[in-house]
């Protein structure tokens, strides 16, 4: 399981991912960003912070929510990483497209 | 293998975690093994894993998996061995950049290449009746070992 607080700031969705993504875990959170992108909600923002581990079905994930949110003139974009996922999003080209701000 | 454990799970996601805290607590007996090398492991054995559990489903065995993790002086050896229908790892295209027009339609095919990067050695042994994952991290020498 993984815990998804949400904040909804201006026309943006806040979510913090408490936990791992995985193959287990990675289809509650792309549940959730169908949901927001069917109900309008087409900016998101996903906060990594409490995040320790994430593999290939998260980056998939992630990926499916960028695709998903830009096919409604929306974006996604990832902040909070640690140096490993900061290592891991370059390593797959994910640092390219889904755009870390720093808070 | 010197020393090592063996562990068989369900074809299900949710072992994963345990797969990965195990493996890595196994790794981590070694004191010489620095933290960076560990993580790399954790992702590497996910990633192994992960496509031993797809492909069981996706030949919807009741066969469980097996995973073998070994410490010798210089390596640590990890072996996901799987019961699906095998693949031919010649046959993997490479997947563009992601800011390749087109790509984003394709949200998998990070993981070979994740563990070609992470391992220092793999071997892929696939055929009708199974695939078998060896993942090598090598290891600085100890020094509490002669």
């Known amino acids: 399981m993984i815990g998804i607080t949400e904040q909804f700031r201006d026309n943006w969705v806040l979510l913090q991912i408490n936990g791992e993504i995985d193959m287990a875990t990675g289809p509650q959170l792309r549940q959730r960003i169908v949901q927001y992108v069917q109900e309008g909600h087409v900016n998101i923002i996903i906060d990594l912070t409490e995040v320790d581990f994430i593999d290939s079905t998260g980056l998939g994930v992630l990926i499916g929510g960028l695709k998903r949110t830009r096919s409604h003139d929306g974006d996604l974009q990832c902040i909070g990483l640690s140096e490993s996922l900061k290592e891991m999003f370059k390593l797959t080209g994910l640092d390219a497209v889904l755009t870390e701000q720093d808070t | ?146």
């Open chain 2, 1 to 146: 293998m010197t020393t090592g454990i063996t562990l068989e799970i369900p074809a299900k996601a949710e072992y994963l975690s345990l797969v990965r805290a195990v493996v890595v607590s196994a790794a981590a007996l070694d004191p010489a093994v620095e933290d960076q090398r560990l993580e790399d492991l954790r992702l590497a054995v996910s990633e192994a894993t992960t496509n031993a559990i797809r492909s069981h489903a996706n030949l919807g065995s009741e066969e469980r998996i097996t995973i073998r993790c070994g410490l010798t002086a210089d390596r640590i050896e990890v072996e996901v061995q799987d019961r699906g229908p095998g693949f031919n790892p010649e046959n993997i295209t490479p997947v563009g950049p992601l800011d390749q027009p087109g790509r984003l339609n394709y949200e998998g095919g990070f993981g070979i290449p994740l563990m070609r990067v992470l391992a220092d050695e793999i071997k892929i042994n696939s055929a009708d009746e199974g695939t078998t994952v060896q993942l090598v991290v090598y290891t600085p020498p100890s020094n509490e070992s002669s």
